[in-house]
């Protein structure tokens, strides 16, 4: 059984990134000619700040340096956060996504764009958002239906609190 580089430094670098209180999400080694790119994308249930990062990378780079991880070639390590429209794969994924849209491609119905309400051991709860005036309904998803997921951004959804403040102004 042979091992890739970026399962070879997965290894190394886990434990590190555990340490700070995070999770490791991705390693990914990437050539653009004679340059080197590590790209290591990290997380946590309350999202990692610049500070977190900053502390995360210099430790990454610390030990990739006491070690022969990279080789003797020169390489750039990127340590960063999923990006907004980030594809949910592990469980903690769909937790970390709970409120948010998520365009769900199903194994057998299609392609469904919903809410994430509601996250449990054997699926997801979700609302499917009405379409011209038609209110929302909600529906159940078993992870095995899900063969790939997605979060969606949105530029206009006003947050609990919003609605919740415009509640009390109006009554």
């Not at 996250?119 to 992870?143: I, N, Q, S």
């Amino acid at each position: 059984m042979s091992t890739t580089q970026s399962e070879r430094l997965r290894v190394l670098l886990e434990p590190l990134v555990s340490s700070q209180g995070l999770d490791l999400e991705e390693v990914e080694v990437d050539s653009v000619g004679r340059k080197r790119v590590l790209r290591v994308v990290v997380d946590s249930d309350t999202g990692a700040d610049l500070d977190q990062i900053a502390d995360v990378s210099r430790a990454l780079s610390a030990k990739l340096d006491e070690t022969d991880a990279m080789g003797a070639g020169e390489y750039t390590l990127e340590v960063g956060t999923p990006g907004a429209e980030r594809e949910l794969t592990e469980h903690r994924h769909y937790v970390r996504a709970t409120d948010r849209l998520v365009k769900f491609q199903l194994a057998e119905s299609g392609e469904l764009v919903a809410r994430i309400l509601d996250v449990d051991d054997d699926g997801l709860d979700v609302e499917v958002p009405g379409v011209k005036g038609r209110k929302p309904t909600a529906k159940r998803l078993a992870f095995a239906e899900v063969v790939k997921a997605r979060v969606q951004v949105e530029f206009n959804r006003k947050n609990k609190n919003e609605d919740n403040e415009e509640n009390a102004e109006e009554a």
